[in-house]
């Protein structure tokens, strides 16, 4: 479903990603962990083509993204959603806005059919009776739940999210993990969702790619990513800022 | 030291040809259809109508300093008759259409920079994206319709408050033939130099909305970057403006003049 090749990405003078390769299958929760400021969001923005490699290829379905303009990723987006990690909701407009805007944008159904589908993608992610109020008045986890719905309201065969546990508290993380995983499990969707939240990490994802030293350095599963001996993967997964206290592994 | 100028000028050309890449596309959406209408009848109403006072104004009391300033000159060599003749030209082919698009370049392209910049830096222009929409069809092209429908008419309606406004200031308060004056007026301002305002403002507007849109769309990070883009944006656009009218003065009269 989606295949980066030998992805290398520079941004000004920094080298973010240098030959970065992996593989995500139809269906599949891939999570991608790594430091702050390792590229993750960077690596993520080249799987929708917001951003466009220095060199190598991103494949969707077959298809490399990583040469088309702007018009002509159009189709290819529509196969996507995304939540970002502020939720980027469009701040001139009301939530049934926000949530319906693709769905208007298409000019394929009616008012009163957007309604219908944005008051289900709203009872999806447990905001019921919000349609009316504006970005705004809303928390950050009720922010998050929004972008949810509103990347979720046109049923995309892939599902991106970049952070979207980060500044929410233990309570609606775990909220927002839970929702992850029922999209998932209702839409069938593919996943791909980037944190440094371990926890949620560890709930979300089949699969576990670690970026680390701008390159894909780890990958396996949630088991086997948190219970590996590699002491750059233990010292991450289990936030240890001292690299004396891995000596022991090795 | 050296590479200095060099990086200048080379950091001046790409936004050149960035700019020149932006216009192309939003003339291709607005060529296809590809407008928001919703937004588009916004901005008009934003553009239009909200700029009434500050235009007004500005096209009354240019009308009225410049029948003034004039009139003084002109009343030395006993040519007083001839005082709204060149308020009547000036206001039509210059001062109107300029000063139209110098106040709604700070009050319109500053407040598209702002907001469009800040949909930057909060991500929500990459949000648009996700969303299968492209962000010159959704945001440029209703600014620049609106902009270029906009700006002619309100050039229009300051060109005929300053130049009632001159009348007022020539005739009531200065006390000159109301009228020789008036016959001056229609003899010598002509319909191509109306036509010489309007087409100006009409460019004037699509420059506005470019650069506005460019400007914000490729804002720096932060509160700082928007706060940058908003100034160059208006500070961009005066200088296009005041540049090209030299120009477009020169290119019109001669096209008009000669059809």
Not at chain 2, 52 to 76: D, N
Request: with cysteine.
């Amino acid at each position: 479903m989606i295949e980066v090749r030998d992805l290398k990405k520079q941004l000004g003078a920094n080298l973010i990603l240098d030959g970065v390769n992996f593989r995500i299958e139809k269906g599949e929760s891939v999570v991608i962990i790594g430091r702050s400021g390792g590229g993750k969001s960077v690596l993520l923005k080249h799987l929708i083509g917001l951003l466009q490699p220095d060199s190598g290829a991103v494949l969707i379905a077959g298809t490399d993204i990583s040469r088309l303009n702007e018009r002509q990723l159009l189709p290819v987006r529509r196969r996507f959603g995304m939540l970002f990690q502020g939720a980027a909701l469009f701040d001139s407009m009301t939530v049934a806005e926000n949530v319906g805007f693709a769905l208007v944008r298409e000019k394929k159904w009616t008012a009163a059919e957007v309604a219908k589908k944005v008051a289900a993608a709203l009872e999806v992610v447990e905001l019921p009776g919000t349609e009316g109020k504006r970005p705004s008045e809303l928390s950050g986890g009720m922010r998050k739940r929004v972008g949810l719905a509103r990347a979720i309201v046109y049923e995309p065969e892939i599902v991106l999210y970049d952070e979207p546990t980060t500044g929410l508290d233990p309570v609606v993380s775990d909220s927002i993990d839970r929702l992850i995983l029922r999209v998932r499990d209702h839409l069938k969707v593919t996943s791909v969702v980037v944190t440094h939240d371990m926890r949620s990490a560890r709930r979300v994802g089949q699969r576990i790619l670690m970026l680390h030293n701008k390159r894909i350095y780890a990958t396996g599963t949630p088991d086997e990513i948190f219970s590996s001996t590699d002491p750059v993967v233990h010292r991450f997964v289990n936030g240890i800022s001292d690299p004396q206290e891995t000596q022991f592994l090795k | 030291m050296t590479t200095h100028p060099k990086r200048w000028i080379a950091d001046w050309m790409e936004g050149l040809g960035e700019l020149t890449l932006l216009t192309l596309e939003a003339v291709r959406s607005l060529l296809t259809f590809k407008v928001s209408w919703r937004d588009f009848i916004y901005q008009l109403y934003f553009i239009g109508v909200k700029s009434q006072t500050v235009v007004l104004i500005t096209g009354a009391f240019t009308g009225m300093v410049l029948a003034a300033q004039t009139y003084f000159q002109f009343h030395k060599v006993k040519m007083d008759t001839a005082t709204l003749a060149v308020v009547g030209v000036s206001m039509c082919s210059e001062l109107g259409p300029v000063l139209t698009g110098l106040m709604v370049a700070g009050r319109v392209g500053a407040a598209m920079a702002a907001e469009l910049g800040t949909m930057r830096v909060t991500e929500q222009i990459d949000a648009l994206r996700t969303l299968a929409t492209h962000p010159v069809d959704y945001l440029v092209v209703p600014r620049l319709l609106a902009l270029i429908i906009a700006l002619p008419l309100l050039t229009a309606e300051a060109v005929a408050l300053g130049v009632g406004a001159g009348y007022f200031v020539g005739i009531w308060l200065l006390e000159i033939d109301p009228v020789y004056s008036w016959m001056n007026m229609l003899r010598y301002t002509g319909d191509v130099d109306l036509g010489i305002g309007l087409i100006k403002a009409v460019i004037f507007g699509g420059f506005i909305a470019i650069i506005g849109c460019y400007k914000g769309m490729n804002c720096g990070e932060g509160a700082e970057g928007v706060g940058r883009a908003t100034t160059e944006a208006v500070v961009y656009a005066s200088i296009t403006i005041l540049i090209s009218d030299f120009f477009l003065t020169l290119l019109l009269s001669r096209l008009l003049h000669i059809l």
